[in-house]
Structures are given as structure tokens and as C-alpha cells.
């Protein structure tokens, strides 16, 4: 079994930081692509960012410059740091894995930790 959890969401007023932490563990053999997604109510579910096991990232348009994905390979834990958060990034974010046991390779998601950006 493999476990995704979150921790790091909550309350910020807007232009503050926030960081989002997703720790993988289990039958784990090794983790390729991290990502964290979000979703809005009454919205879609959308990729906020992703990382390579070997470290290139990409973001959505609306988070360049102002979010930070990173990982740490030893501690099957990724990262999202925020800043400049705006009202508009409210949602739950998601992070997700894709993680081999060793056999086959699955996609495994968190169970979402809410952030909420204040005027």
C-alpha cells in the first residue's frame, strides 16, 4: 500500500506565503513525476505544477514566478512553496505521484489540504 499525505494548507491574507508539504510512503520502489494540482468549487481540478525525479518542473501561467515546486528524493517528499498568494488560489491542492513498487507503476493522489486566501 502507498500513502500520499498532505500537510501545510490553511488560512492567509492575500500576498502572504504558504508551504505545502506531501510525504509518500509505503511499497514504494522509486517515484517518477510529482505534481500538485488544485481545485476551486465549481471548478475543474488543474495541474498547479510538477517535478521530475530528476528535477525539471512546470507551472500553470497563473503560478510562474510566484509558487515553487520542489522535492527531496531521500524523504519521498514534495513541495510546493507559495507566495504571493492571491485570492484567486483558493482551493483544495492535491499533490500526486506516480510511484513503481517495483512491478508496476501507479498514480497515487493525497487526500487535499485546503488553503484559503483572504482579501
Known amino acids: 500500500q502507498v500513502q500520499l499525505v498532505e500537510s501545510g494548507g490553511g488560512l492567509v491574507q492575500a500576498g502572504g506565503s504558504l508551504r505545502l508539504s506531501c510525504a509518500a510512503s509505503?511499497?514504494?520502489?522509486?517515484?517518477?513525476?510529482m505534481d500538485w494540482y488544485r481545485q476551486a468549487p465549481g471548478k475543474q481540478r488543474e495541474l498547479v505544477a510538477g517535478?521530475?525525479?530528476?528535477?525539471?518542473?512546470n507551472y500553470i501561467d497563473s503560478v510562474k514566478g510566484r509558487f515553487t515546486i520542489s522535492r527531496d528524493n531521500a524523504k519521498n517528499t514534495v513541495y510546493l512553496q507559495m507566495t504571493g498568494l492571491k485570492p484567486e488560489d483558493t482551493a483544495v491542492y492535491y499533490c500526486?505521484?506516480?510511484?513503481?513498487?517495483?512491478?508496476?507503476?501507479?498514480?497515487?493522489w493525497g487526500q487535499g489540504t485546503q488553503v484559503t486566501v483572504s482579501t
Open positions: 517535478i521530475t525525479r530528476g528535477g525539471s518542473t
Open positions: 509505503g511499497s514504494i520502489f522509486s517515484i517518477n513525476a
Open positions: 500526486s505521484a506516480a510511484i513503481s513498487s517495483g512491478y508496476t507503476t501507479s498514480r497515487y
